[in-house]
């Protein structure tokens, strides 16, 4: 199976400058919990994600209003793609590897497509996989 087949298509993407209440709001009212950041609305090249996590580490942890904030202050700049043409094991092997729980599909110029989560894999993979991929991503961070 190759990342499109995997991929959730119907995104919600912010800019760097969107307000990150904004951006929290519309993880709530979408039930998700990761943004794709695009360079503009009309040019949806992905620079960055951001994570109901990030919010929490980057500002609220660190005494920041997350509304007097704009997205770029708290989202993560290296993000880790795939395109539509990975493998569904290239795919685990990455979010693995970064333990990530969500990895975006970008286009050739690096357009945001669609993303894929941990539970799009879980729905298509064997047990084995799925718990694999859980254990893996879900393992201590060697810097702690």
Do not use: W, Y
Not at 14 to 42: F, L, N, Q, Y
Not at 103 to 128: F, K, M, Y
């Amino acid at each position: 199976m190759q990342a499109s087949e995997m991929m959730t298509t119907s995104i919600h993407c912010c800019t760097p400058t969107t307000r990150v209440a904004d951006a929290a709001k519309k993880m709530k009212e979408h039930d998700i919990g990761a943004i794709p950041i695009v360079e503009s609305e009309s040019r949806r090249k992905l620079i960055g994600m951001l994570t109901d996590r990030d919010i929490v580490v980057r500002l609220v942890a660190e005494s920041m209003n997350p509304l007097e904030c704009d997205v770029e202050d708290a989202m993560t700049g290296q993000t880790f793609s795939v395109t539509p043409e990975t493998s569904e094991e290239e795919v685990c092997q990455l979010m693995e590897e970064h333990q990530v729980r969500r990895v975006p599909v970008v286009d050739n110029e690096g357009n945001c497509l669609g993303i894929i989560s941990q539970a799009d894999i879980a729905r298509r993979a064997t047990e084995h996989e799925t718990a694999e991929l859980l254990k893996d991503i879900s393992r201590p961070s060697r810097a702690a």
